[in-house]
C-alpha cells in the first residue's frame, strides 16, 4: 500500500503542470491512485487491498467485535470481486465519489461504471451469504455461472 501512496505523489509532483482543471484535483489524484493500484495488483499477483481502517473516537452502539466479522466479511467478498468492480463499488460507497467522478478516475463511460457496480452488487448478493455459512452449494453455483 505504502508503494502506491509514494508512486501516486511521486506522479503527482512531475504531473503537475498537465493538470487541466476538467475535474477536481482530488479527482485527479485518485485517479492517478487508481492506475498505480491497478499497477501494483498486476505486478503482486492481484492480492486484495485491505480496507481502511474505520476512524476511533466516538461510542458506538454496536458490538466491536460483530463490527470487525462484519468488515472482515465484506472485505472477503469484495476481494472475490474483479479489480474494477471492486474500485467502482470503494470510489463510490468507501470514499463517496460521484457516479461522473468515477468515470473519470477509471477513464470509462458512466454507463460502464454503473454496470460495474451493478454486476459487483449483484456477486456479493448471491457471495456474501456463503461466506457466512448461510447460502451452500447453490449460492456458489449462482456465482460461478455469474463469472462466466
Known amino acids: 500500500m505504502q508503494e502506491v501512496i509514494n508512486d501516486t505523489f511521486w506522479i503527482v509532483w512531475q504531473k503537475a503542470d498537465q493538470f487541466r482543471g476538467d475535474s477536481r484535483v482530488s479527482t485527479w ?26 476512524a476511533e473516537g466516538g461510542h458506538s452502539l454496536v458490538d466491536p467485535h460483530a463490527a470487525h466479522e462484519l468488515q472482515d466479511w465484506v472485505s472477503k467478498g469484495l476481494g472475490r470481486l474483479p479489480a474494477e468492480q471492486r474500485m467502482a463499488l470503494e470510489l463510490a460507497y468507501g470514499a463517496g465519489h460521484s457516479l461522473e467522478e468515477i468515470a473519470s ?35 456458489e453455483e449462482n456465482e460461478d455461472e455469474q463469472s462466466n
Open 29 to 54: 489524484i485518485v485517479g492517478i491512485a487508481y492506475r498505480c493500484a491497478l499497477k501494483t495488483l498486476r505486478q503482486h499477483g492481484g492480492d486484495p487491498l485491505e480496507l481502511t481502517e474505520q
Open 105 to 139: 478516475i477509471m477513464e470509462c463511460q458512466v454507463s460502464t461504471v454503473k454496470a460495474r457496480m451493478f454486476h459487483a452488487r449483484v456477486k456479493l448478493r448471491n457471495l456474501l451469504p456463503v461466506l457466512a455459512g448461510q447460502g451452500g452449494a447453490r449460492a
